[in-house]
């Protein structure tokens, strides 16, 4: 299903998913959004959270499941592909991240505080330039695991069904998967799947970046493999380190969040904090990473259509 992934990754890389077409009809992962929020009201009250999480992430599942194997089998790959189109973010995430870098190179903090606020969970309000792209390059090495990678190796594994799938469970996720009070039972069949679907795109994710840093690749991988395991997540330390490593800067460490301040470990603790240049620099290793993901599938493709 390769080519599944490769018409995808095109599309977005081409056009992205358009404003205009936003406005009129959404976004598959807005519609999975609403559903989730419905079930999140109706079934995350009372007893046997645990159990009624469960059941929230089966109609979830099903309901991405269901279209995508019936479309697929109906329509064919190549129209797959088409449909798989909005469930990969690569344009979307450059995009983000130029809307930091480009305010931080005129010294506009306050662009910049914005547009990094759109990306991140912490509270940026008073962030000075090395914090704000310390936040973005995380944010850019996690999210394109997430968003790129992931559903690419999905689409590959398992065309529109398998894309589906993982967008609908990294959704899950990102609305239901904490641990707080209200969603630790509730989200934690959702958290662990999330994990699972993870587990092998984020260690791809890693050496790609990696393979894009050029010379600096044995750095990514050398702090990759030392720093992952001291994340928060099983995941998000094998891209971030890996990114640390190439630009040669530390990232993750404290951050501020509305009600308390995280104390994260560091990923490459010993180097110096980044600035806007290791940002561009990031962003140029994010493409390259991504055209060699999109050459791979495409040789894929090539070699094995059936695959």
């Not at 009129?24 to 995350?44: C, E, F, M, Q, Y």
């Not at 050029?214 to 750095?219: D, E, K, L, N, T």
């Not at 994260?264 to 994010?286: F, K, M, S, T």
Request: glycine share 8%; proline share 6%; hydrophobic share 55%.
């Amino acid at each position: 299903m390769a080519l599944v992934a490769v018409l995808a990754l095109i599309l977005d890389a081409a056009v992205g998913w358009p404003d205009p077409l936003f406005r009129r009809i959404g976004h598959p992962v807005t519609w999975l959004g609403l559903l989730i929020s419905a079930l999140d009201r109706a079934l995350n009250i009372g007893r046997a959270r645990r159990a009624k999480g469960a059941v929230a992430v089966a109609v979830v599942l099903t309901a991405a499941l269901v279209p995508a194997v019936a479309l697929q089998a109906w329509l064919g790959p190549w129209a797959a592909g088409v449909l798989a189109w909005p469930l990969v973010a690569a344009r979307s995430l450059d995009e983000h991240l130029r809307a930091v870098a480009e305010p931080l190179g005129r010294a506009d903090l306050a662009q910049a505080r914005q547009a990094t606020a759109m990306i991140v969970g912490r509270d940026v309000s008073q962030a000075e330039e090395p914090a704000l792209t310390r936040a973005s390059l995380e944010s850019l090495a996690e999210n394109s695991s997430d968003g790129v990678f992931a559903p690419l190796f999905w689409a590959a594994v398992a065309g529109l069904p398998g894309i589906a799938a993982y967008k609908a469970i990294n959704t899950l996720d990102s609305m239901i998967g904490h641990r707080t009070p209200r969603h630790e039972a509730f989200g934690m069949l959702a958290a662990r799947l999330d994990d699972l679907a993870n587990l092998v795109p984020a260690r791809m994710s890693a050496v790609l970046i990696a393979l894009a840093a050029g010379r600096s690749a044995g750095a990514a991988l050398r702090c990759a493999w030392r720093d992952a395991s001291a994340h928060r997540s099983p995941n998000a330390g094998w891209p971030e380190g890996a990114m640390a490593g190439a630009l040669g800067v530390r990232l993750s460490g404290p951050r501020v969040y509305a009600d308390h301040i995280a104390r994260e470990p560091w990923l490459n603790g010993q180097a110096p904090d980044p600035d806007v240049h290791h940002l561009w620099r990031g962003i140029a290793i994010y493409r390259r990473a991504v055209a060699l993901a999109g050459a791979l599938l495409l040789t894929l493709a090539l070699i094995s259509p059936a695959a």
